[in-house]
């Protein structure tokens, strides 16, 4: 009698899906917001006056006031010595006793000595008067203003899977033969 036995392992199958990550992103942003700076500055002329009335005065020329002025102290001037000039020649004439005389007055009056002098004009220099104001300035300084948006990462995370199962189950056969014909049926 002869037992046979065949046997067939059981084969497992495995579905797998692996897992997954899918990401998205959005970039990061900086937004500037800029304030220039600001300079202002003021410079105002200076004052420069020069008077050169002594000066042109010295040549002569004069303004009206000064030429108004001049003029009459010298015209009074020259009325006064004229009109001494005559009472003294007419003082003189008058005094017979003396022996005075139209030639003697002739004479004195040729006898007059002229005296130039040489000399620089203008004599004395011209008044200057300056005022000169300072400079001033205005700084604002300009200002940054940053607003930062952080980047966004999202994730679709999916889990792997692992899915077993039986592809071929196992199998035990076993076969008795016998040579003998017996009829086991019952």
Not at 38 to 66: G, K, M, T, W, Y
Not at 137 to 158: C, H, K, S
Request: proline letters at 6%.
């Amino acid at each position: 009698m002869e037992l046979r036995i065949s046997s067939q392992m059981a084969r497992m199958g495995l579905n797998i899906t692996r897992p997954s990550m899918n990401l998205t992103n959005s970039l990061p942003q900086i937004e500037l917001e800029l304030t220039p700076s600001r300079l202002e500055i003021s410079s105002p002329s200076p004052r420069i006056e020069i008077d050169q009335s002594q000066c042109f005065a010295d040549e002569d020329h004069r303004n009206v006031a000064d030429f108004m002025q001049y003029w009459t102290d010298y015209s009074r001037s020259q009325m006064t010595q004229g009109i001494d000039r005559i009472v003294s020649d007419g003082n003189n004439l008058a005094a017979i006793q003396t022996g005075f005389s139209i030639a003697d007055l002739g004479a004195e009056a040729v006898d007059d000595q002229k005296e130039f002098e040489i000399i620089a004009v203008p004599s004395q220099p011209p008044r200057i008067d300056w005022e000169i104001q300072p400079v001033s300035y205005q700084f604002t300084p300009g200002t940054v203003q940053i607003t930062a948006n952080p980047g966004q990462i999202n994730n679709q995370f999916q889990w792997g899977k692992v899915e077993a199962y039986v592809a071929q189950p196992s199998s035990l056969d076993i076969q008795w033969i016998d040579d003998r014909q017996v009829d086991i049926k019952a």
